[in-house]
């Protein structure tokens, strides 16, 4: 450990000084030695002397731990339907697995394709998660570096948990040029014009999600999942199993003649069955399917104090609310206002997004009452835009942002009931 | 009696906690009075370099009221007078003759008599004044504005603080004394608050004069600001002073005498403290007479004050007006932990689960003055909110202040705190911003823009 101080210490010369010839550069050299060893800064000589161990790194670290289940998931079952979709085209004939193609990590580790198993699985999610790890994080930590210098700011963690986050609500067929516009517009519209991590009004990753969402809408619509796959099909971008979609849970309840339920229980000989839904067994983003996962993220978050339980706990019983609320008042027996009001939870990304997203301690409300507020219209405004909406079968990412933009509204009037208090005691 | 809970804050604990065992110091070499305590004050030095001076002989006044004066709290000679720009007074150096073997005289102080403008006044003159402070903005008492109430504070619940009722043990006739002052400046109540079912109080629950509240809880429930909170909210333009229990033995004192009270208690504590205990210590004694009078060594931080609300000061320094605790804890100069974010950190002081001390929870935390960190812009993940006991919303409170709008910063309740209330907002932080600084600068622009 010395030694690589003293390393690092002499590298330090070339740049720290503000005439040295890589001074310019000096919030990268600064980001990485951080990222080694905790800066070198001592509190004031009046005022409070002791501080927290917590600094904003580990408060980022912690998000990105509470999410690794979600991402342990997302390699697993980018492979495990991937190889459920070939086995089906090799079952309807359409396919043989002697024309399977395989992707570069699979060339390193050839599958097994006839009998796939945990290693195939595995080898295939993470020929698709890495790269779009890789290019999430190299995109957008690459542009903050890039202000941090023009700015010649501290480079911020906020990006580390963004990023993440971003690589697990893409879908895993997603093209990699498309990720990386979308990355690039969301952090330099969405944040660096606005002054950069916690100046922001939108989530940076629901940003993402929503450029692509309307700029690319063929893939990410909403309706329809694709499994990824290793060949890109002639006039469609991205790396998918060509004749193989399906719609999504979500989109099933929308286009439900009869009762949602049903028509949910039924779909695909019990695809979507409510312990599929649950662990996740079901194509979709990469990140958001398994709802147990979720829920461990949410118990960590909850419980080191980085989340907010309130924006979590007002959200669903905001979205059971609202859908018990229209479920029973319409008396819909048949149409997406007919789905039970607690399968609202196990469908589509709205656990994800209240748990991961709209929990963003900076595009949220930061009073409490205005935290209940806020978590509570999420789940309204996201079954509004299930049930009655005709367009989108998901509503999670628009109620997100939605209420990002909402956000300081609701805490201007709570704060201004604070103010009022105050004035009446006198 | 009234007894309030306290449910939002966090007791720090660290090591050293000063034991209930009171010993005499010896008598310090030098003594200092520095004016950096009394933010506001112009002094003016009444005393040269070499005169010899008296136990309760005024060394300087404030030229924005003439009557305040800083009296000498030693016998001896005047050592040094430190001058800064444009000739302003830092610091004045008395000899101390005692710690030679000399013999204390004390000046013939005027005793409190009279009214209410009368007692205001030989409080001045007896160089006591600036132990009364005033809400809002924790400072020096100014203007002739009478306070709705007067605050005691008998408790202190910062981390390696003095009991304030341990401190005055034995003294009841002092504090019941100095009561009775302090009601002679107040035609409102005077509110003296202790810690429920604290230790060291038989003296101190069946005082005259005096509405006695209880307050349990977790650091800040030992504030002023605190207390204020609970018992009577100042409305806008009402003043309130404040002060402690062991300041109230010390008018007490010089009430009775005519003498200048100038010993007081001090706790010694902190992990890297050469003793722990309370000593009776001369005010503004050089700090090396806890130790025995050798400089008290090595890589560690001397704090004036407790780790949360205090100011450093040099081993060679001088403890100040109101020390009523000095704690010791390491400086932590060089020390760089690999991977300090994304490590356990099973040893390490923190409100946050996030650190996961709370696995294998210690006794007791040896923290140093390390940030811990990097700064970085307001990411507010609530902890704030969950130290404050106060209403108030803290984040917006300091983004007004940022913005220079005082007017929105005291309707959000600026004028409610000062940086002792939000020290343990600064001590949470992840992105170690100094809230306590903060709120002084929309404090100071406040008494600016009167």
Redesign the interface.
Known sequence: MQFLRNLVEKQKKLYHAPDSKLHKVWPLFDALETFLFAPDHRAARTGTHVRDYVDLKRVMNTVIVAMLPCLLWAIWNAGAQHFHAIHALIAAGKTTADAYVTGWLQAIVPPNVTEPGAMENIVFGLQRMLPILIVSYGVGLGIEMLFSVVRKEEVSEGYLVSGMLIALIVPASIPLWQLAIGVAFAVVLGKEVFGGTGMNIFNPAMMVRAFLFFAFAAQMSGDMVWVAGNQSPIGVPGSLIDGYSQPTALAVVKQATGNASEALAAFGGGAYSHSNLFFGNVPGSAGEMSKLCVLLGAFWLVFTGVGSWRVMLSGVLGLLGTAFLMHTLSGATTGPLSLQPWEHLLCGGFLFGIVFMATDPVSSPETSTGKWIYGALIGAVTVLVRTINPAYPEGTMLAVLLLNAFAPGIDHFVVAANIKRRLKRA | MTTHTISKGFD?R?AGRPEAKLQAAPEPATVALETAEFPGIKPKALVKEGDAVVTGQPLFLDKVDRDVVWCSPATGKVAKLEFGERRFLLRAVIDNAAAKGGKESFADLPKPSGDRTAVVKAIKQAGLWPLLRQRPTGKLVRGDREPVAIFVNGMDSAPLAADPAFAVQGRKADVQAGIEVLQKLTGGKVYLSLRAAGDHQSDLRDLRGVEVHDFKGPHPAGLVGTHISRIR?L??GEIAYTLRLQDVARLGEWARTGRYPAQTVVALGGSDAPARGHFRLRQGAEVAALNGGKAIGGDV?I?DGN??????IAADGHTGYFAAAVSV?P????K???????LP?FG????????M?WLLPKKEYV?????????????????W??VLPL???P??LVRAIQANDIDEAV???LLEVT?EDV?LC???????I?V??IVRQGLDLWEKEG
């Open positions: 720090l660290l909210p409305k806008p931080r704090i780790v949360l609300h205090g100011r450093a804890i400086e932590g100069t060089g760089r932990d690999l991977f300090g974010w994304a950190q390490k002081l923190s409100f946050s689960r996030s650190v001390s923290v140093d003055a390390r940030l811990n960190g990097g700064h970085r812009p307001i990411v507010n993940i609530g902890a909110e969950r209403d108030i919303h984040s917006y309707k959000l309740g940086e020290a600064t001590f949470v932080d992840p992105c170690k100094d306590g600084k």
